[in-house]
């Protein structure tokens, strides 16, 4: 039910931004979104999340002040904007969807995309 799109190959100290977009019953704006990433075989990680009316906003260390979460509720639509990336950012990177409050904890969101492939190389 979720779409992320705009990941790719980029080089240290670039930016990028991921998008994520629903199609379903219901749309993005009814849900808390969140981003996590995943590297190989680790455990899934939290990135960021994103209240529904974007009133809160919360960030994990290890991005705060490089990354960007945004949503757009008329477009249906929500963004992470990466900055300054580093290679240990390289991961596949995931939005996902739950009622109500955001969480860090990727078990609390009902849904998932995909997922995106960011490679950062040095």
């Known amino acids: 039910q979720l779409q992320e799109s705009g990941g790719g190959s980029v080089q240290a100290g670039d930016s990028l931004r991921l998008s994520c977009t629903a199609s379903?019953?219901?749309?993005?704006?009814?849900?808390?979104v969140g981003w996590f990433r995943q590297q190989g075989d680790k455990e899934r990680e939290f990135v960021a999340w994103?209240?529904?009316?974007?009133?809160?906003?919360r960030y994990a260390d290890s991005v705060k002040g490089r990354f960007s979460v945004s949503r757009n509720n008329n477009e249906d639509i929500a963004y992470l904007q990466m900055d300054s990336l580093k290679p240990e950012d390289t991961a596949v990177y995931y939005c996902?969807?739950?009622?109500?409050?955001?969480?860090?904890?990727?078990?609390?969101?009902?849904?998932w995309g995909q997922g995106t492939q960011v490679t950062v190389s040095s």
């Open positions: 996902a969807a739950k009622f109500q409050i955001a969480a860090d904890e990727a078990r609390q969101y009902q849904y």
């Open positions: 379903g019953r219901r749309p993005l704006s009814d849900y808390a």
């Open positions: 994103i209240s529904i009316r974007a009133g809160s906003i």
